[in-house]
């Protein structure tokens, strides 16, 4: 493996994994606001400077591809033992829950109980009769869809 490979290799990990233990401590959860919340912790950790033109540098610096990276990680949960992946961008319209495994038909009491894990219940999401499954994708509308899109 060629070093620029392996450094970039290097990269993905640890941005990927500095996303991940680092989304629940933004509230709220599954919010436009607590991604910004992220975007300017690492930021400010970058050494950039808290004002627009800082965090507009360090977003520009990131670019289009690894910023939505990111944004897939941080609003994506995986739950390996309900062997189900829950999609919650705020920005969507819809919350996808899909298998990790084989595709194939939901149980929607498996969907309940993923959502509730996550912080996704009753309070946040549309109820049951709103859920539309589609081949192995649930997609379940937001009950307060966010005004405004990052």
Known sequence: MKATNLQA????????????????????LWSTESWAKLMIWL??????????????AFAGALGP????R???????RELEDLDLQVMADPAEQQVLV?????????????VAQALER?????????????????DAVVAIPWLDLPEECP
Do not use: K, Y
Not at 65 to 68: H, I
């Open 9 to 28: 290799t290097l990269f993905d990990f640890a941005i990927g994994e500095l996303v991940r233990q680092h989304r629940e401590s933004f509230q709220p």
């Open 43 to 56: 930021s400010l950790n970058c050494g950039c400077s808290g004002d627009r033109e800082g965090l507009e």
């Open 65 to 68: 591809v690894l910023s939505g």
């Open 70 to 76: 990111m944004r897939r990680l941080f609003f994506e």
């Open 98 to 110: 899909m298998p990790m495994g084989p595709p194939g038909p939901l149980d929607v009491g498996r």
């Open 118 to 134: 996550v912080g996704l219940g009753p309070q946040r999401v549309a109820p049951r009769e709103r859920w539309q499954e589609l």
